[in-house]
């Protein structure tokens, strides 16, 4: 007899309904009545118990969707989303296809419409559609767009095999993909997920990367977030301790995380000063003058930084190092001049705005499972429900300053508006404060992009050259890692007007 009870559900197969069926009908109408299968009455006997095993088997197919081994498809998605996990879904490969213009350089620019379709050739069914419309600039020959795979999975597409266009833009001679296509994946299975699941709950100590991430962007103060796991027993080249996490944190213009001071020193260092550098009243370092100015205010940069309470330093021009403190509480930081050359400095903190490094803390205190240990060079104070206070570390995101310097050739110097400049400088300026967040890489096509976007009078040409450095430029693209987000403030935005 089918049963539901503390043992869980017992269902009746056709067989015993059967059985049972018949059974009953004889307890009725007698052992003499028949049941054969050919006797109308046997034939209802089979139908009804047919029916009622499907329905059975219903019921079971429902309670089984209730457990992650048994669950299947969208049911088995329920499940796992109690956990906060969801299924992977399928992503198409993509690939990064250059156009070549067909018509001379100096004919303008050339547009390569958003949606142009690519194949390998006139047979294949995969088309590769461009996610987004770009040209080629005036004085330029080629341009790269970005472009995706009409079907989701592992598609391999080879360099140089993605070379016939059904339809060409117009004044496009040839198109290619000068390396090869960046592979998709298949949606998850439920085996894939079943087990991903089990996994993942089989690690008690690993946070959810989400949920964290989620808490911190969901901060007013916060700009930008990133969480990196260690799940391992092993330390991570980072230094990162096993079984901990790390958020990087970059706030919003304004706002500031632990003590923010700068080390300002009167003149370039010269031969003869020597300085002794002192935290909070106690001497850590002496640094005489060693082969220029850079290399020794680097020195003494990095003497600072190693120090515990000190998150990090930044050389700040030729005579100035910003100093960022790893916690909220206030420190003094000074310098003494040994030889009395003149090498005098000043030093400032600054308090952050509302004790924003303990309340990132205690977001991360209040998102994070119990136990799971933190990992960073920032110190916050978090309290617990029960009013105790812990120490949470966490880290910055650390700013990658990109020098960018454009190249405009013109028609016309004595027409065109060299207020254009500070147009283009603002346009850039603005773009990456809005677009460059953590480990977003800085693309040359979408720099020549915000400048061709302009549509500035007499340009016939656009070149891009950028550089980490300010020394060296080069034409290309910057990596921008997980840890980092790229920094071009105004003041490392370059314009140079040529005919």
Not at 34 to 57: A, Q
Not at 254 to 278: I, K, M, P, Y
Not at 381 to 408: M, P, R
């Amino acid at each position: 007899m089918a049963s539901f009870d503390k043992d869980g559900l017992k269902i009746d197969r056709l067989a015993d309904i059967y059985s049972d069926i018949s059974t009953s009908l004889k307890s009725s109408f007698g052992d003499s009545v028949d049941l054969d299968e050919r006797s109308p009455l046997g034939i209802i006997v089979g139908i009804m118990s047919e029916r009622y095993s499907l329905l059975y088997e219903l019921l079971e197919g429902v309670y089984n969707a209730s457990f992650p081994s048994t669950a299947y498809g969208i049911y088995l998605d329920y499940v796992c989303a109690l956990n906060g996990i969801s299924r992977n879904p399928a992503v198409a490969s993509t690939v990064d296809l250059t156009f070549t213009r067909s018509n001379d350089a100096s004919s303008g620019q050339v547009e390569i419409p958003a949606g142009t379709q690519v194949k390998s050739d006139l047979n294949d069914t995969l088309v590769w559609s461009t996610d987004s419309g770009n040209f080629i600039a005036s004085g330029n020959t080629t341009a790269t767009v970005r472009a995706t795979c009409s079907e989701t999975g592992t598609i391999a597409a080879a360099a140089d095999t993605l070379t016939f266009m059904p339809s060409t833009p117009n004044n496009i001679a040839s198109v290619t993909n000068i390396q090869e296509a960046t592979l998709g994946n298949d949606e998850e299975t439920d085996a894939e997920l079943r087990a991903r699941r089990e996994t993942s709950l089989g690690k008690s100590s690993t946070p959810t990367q989400l949920g964290l991430t989620s808490a911190l962007l969901n901060m007013l103060e916060v700009q930008s977030a990133s969480v990196t796991v260690n799940d391992t027993d092993e330390a991570l080249g980072t230094g990162q301790t096993p079984h901990s996490f790390q958020a990087y944190i970059s706030p919003e213009t304004g706002q500031n995380l632990g003590q923010v001071g700068t080390l300002q020193f009167s003149r370039l260092f010269a031969s003869g000063d020597e300085v002794t550098v002192s935290l909070d009243g106690t001497d850590i370092w002496t640094q005489a003058f060693t082969a220029d100015s850079p290399t020794t205010l680097n020195l003494i940069a990095n003497a600072i930084k190693d120090q515990s309470s000190i998150a990090s330093t930044t050389i700040l021009g030729d005579t100035a190092i910003q100093v960022q403190g790893a916690t909220a509480t206030a420190f003094t930081l000074s310098t003494t001049d040994n030889n009395s050359t003149g090498i005098t400095s000043d030093f400032s903190v600054t308090t952050p705005d509302s004790g924003l490094i303990d309340k990132v803390a205690q977001t991360l205190w209040d998102s994070k499972a119990a136990g799971i240990q933190t990992y960073g060079d920032l110190t916050g104070i978090a309290t617990d429900t029960n009013g105790n206070t812990h120490e949470v570390y966490f880290s910055t995101i650390t700013s990658k300053q990109v020098w960018v310097e454009y190249t405009l050739t013109v028609s016309s110097l004595e027409s065109y508006e060299i207020g254009n400049n500070q147009t283009l400088i603002d346009a850039l300026s603005s773009y990456a404060v809005i677009n460059y967040t953590a480990g977003v890489d800085v693309l040359q096509y979408e720099l020549i992009t915000v400048a061709g976007n302009l549509d500035i009078e007499y340009v016939t040409s656009i070149d891009v050259k950028v550089s980490t450095d300010d020394t060296n430029y080069y034409v290309g693209n910057v990596v921008i890692s997980p840890e980092e987000f790229a920094f071009i403030p105004s003041s490392s935005i370059s314009v140079v007007v040529q005919d």
